[in-house]
């Protein structure tokens, strides 16, 4: 469906799906301005340290990597260690934050119940209160399943449930949606796709499904019917941050194989698969999950510091970073470092830097993300079709979409009558460098607008309930698995003890494996803590 069919199935004046300006809408960007990272650009005439401190175990960054890093050293008995941040608070592309009181997302926002391979993650749900054996069964805390009704689309002027577009798509559709269901269950048999995937061996399949985009590995399948497309590309848009002519074949078949399949219409699913395909989320997203992780640090967790020099020595590793509240230089001396940073940051800040991290920082493509908190005071009315839920994505098929819908905040309240919440929508741009430098240089008012134009094409009255928007911006949201990484060795050399002079450094980021979801983070940050002599 085209922009004009689109506005045309809403069947609503111009003015109303999106021309007024919201005058009236407060907001602005929030988080730590982009500055504050870019000062690694420029090391020169930076002051002398005012200050050395020492500690057993330096880990720099407070994403999900570093933050189950300091988990695993506390699980060893180790306390003697301090973790490094760049923000105001941990977390990474998992923060969370507030708008008139309701929590909400900065970032990620849920996290697909485990599968065996994650033995980590599912010991910290357990951990957590989340997970626990019911009459020899696992069981999951309901409280924080996502409550259904779980997603729905707006597609050709009403909403269906489900993302995959099935209402009047024709017979050529429903034969793709079977054929391409087919393909990921021979593949799956072929190939082991597992998360984490540290778990899963390279085989020939994964290299070859590797070697190719997922456009054109879709091409040489025949798998060519618009409206499986354009489930495809966003699903990848959605984890990837990118669409299906920029990320491998892998990492589309991985996206299915790996957890729950591909599920064509009529096919049943059963309570296993159900059971599976569940996804623990919460007000506030992922932050849940970080917050709890970073409470027990107290005073060994410093936020706000800019790392900018690392230096490997036989006897120990010499870190630099900018206290950003003091605006001085500290040094601190570790026994060991764990780089729990984007290795592009890790690069960076390195002093010479091991070949395997100079060729994978280079191979590695980041795509940028927007994040738009939208508080609204009542609740919209809707479309016919399908009730409110969870998830909420708009069918567009430009090649130039980059919205991924909106999450409802206050989806898992068990409020009976619907009210005032904050809708979290989501923006992929691509790897498009252009795209990254717009999201940075377009003022609030033009984000605001976009959002709107988009959200108001389902909910007209949107800009009417909505009294504030927080926009938070993401240079590199996220790796992408573009062709070849998945096979690259530079990242599996970076995954493993490091020789000489670099032995006391440990790398543990979800860039090692290619692609940035929360089981990958926290593994490789739990496994290197682990492994720490």
Not at 220 to 238: G, I, K, S, V
Not at 300 to 326: N, Q, S
Not at 368 to 394: E, F
Request: aromatic fraction near 8%; hydrophobic fraction near 40%.
């Amino acid at each position: 469906m085209k922009r004009r069919d689109f506005l045309a199935a809403s069947a609503l004046p111009m003015g109303l799906a999106g021309c007024d300006k919201p005058l009236h809408i407060e907001g602005g960007f929030v988080g730590v301005s982009h500055q504050r990272g870019h000062a690694l650009r420029d090391k020169t005439g930076w002051p002398a340290p005012s200050k050395t401190r020492r500690t057993r175990v330096l880990i720099a960054g407070g994403g999900v990597a570093g933050l189950a890093a300091a988990r695993a050293l506390r699980l060893r008995g180790i306390h003697d260690f301090t973790l490094l941040e760049l923000e105001d608070t941990a977390g990474g592309n998992s923060r969370g934050g507030q708008v008139h009181g309701i929590p909400c997302p900065l970032g990620a926002h849920y996290l697909p119940v485990p599968g065996d391979d994650a033995p980590e993650v599912q010991d910290l749900l357990e951990e957590l209160g989340l997970r626990q054996r019911v009459a020899g069964r696992w069981s999951y805390d309901e409280r924080h399943l996502c409550h259904s009704p779980q997603e729905r689309l707006f597609f050709k002027g009403q909403w269906q449930e489900g993302l995959l577009p099935l209402q009047g798509v024709g017979p050529q559709a429903l034969a793709a949606y079977q054929r391409f269901a087919q393909r990921v269950q021979d593949l799956a048999r072929a190939g082991r796709f597992t998360i984490p995937v540290s778990k899963m061996p390279l085989l020939p399949v994964h290299r070859a499904l590797d070697a190719i985009t997922f456009e054109a590995w879709l091409g040489q399948n025949q798998l060519l019917e618009p409206h499986l497309r354009w489930y495809l590309d966003y699903c990848c848009r959605d984890d990837y941050g990118a669409g299906i002519a920029t990320v491998s074949a892998w990492a589309g078949i991985h996206y299915f194989a790996s957890r729950h399949g591909f599920h064509p219409p009529g096919v049943e699913l059963g309570e296993r698969v159900e059971r599976e395909s569940a996804v623990l989320a919460w007000p506030q997203g992922n932050a849940w999950l970080t917050q709890r992780l970073a409470a027990p640090l107290g005073e060994r967790l410093l936020a706000g510091r800019v790392v900018m020099r690392v230096a490997a020595g036989k006897h120990g590793v010499e870190i630099d970073a900018f206290d950003a509240a003091t605006q001085s230089l500290e040094r601190w001396q570790a026994d060991h470092c764990i780089l729990a940073l984007p290795l592009f940051v890790a690069a960076r800040v390195l002093e010479n830097p091991p070949p395997a991290l100079r060729e994978a920082a280079a191979r590695l493509c980041y795509a940028p993300w927007l994040v738009a908190n939208i508080h609204i005071k009542a609740a919209l009315h809707d479309r016919p079709g399908a009730a409110p839920s969870w998830d909420n994505v708009m069918y567009d098929e430009r090649a130039t979409a980059q919205g991924l819908g909106y999450v409802d905040a206050m989806h898992q309240s068990l409020r009976t009558v619907p009210g005032a919440t904050v809708l979290t929508c989501y923006r992929a741009f691509g790897l498009d460098p252009a795209q990254r430098q717009s999201l940075y240089e377009q003022p609030w008012t033009h984000w605001r607008d976009a959002v709107l134009e988009e959200l108001s094409v389902p909910h007209p009255d949107l800009r009417a309930k909505a009294t504030r928007m927080d926009i938070m911006r993401y240079g590199h949201a996220m790796s992408t698995p573009v062709p070849g990484i998945r096979s690259s060795a530079a990242l599996a050399a970076l995954q493993g003890a490091q020789p000489a002079p670099w032995q006391r450094l440990h790398f543990a980021h979800s860039d090692l494996s290619g692609y940035s979801v929360f089981e990958e983070a926290f593994t490789q940050g739990h496994l290197r803590a682990m492994a720490l002599g």
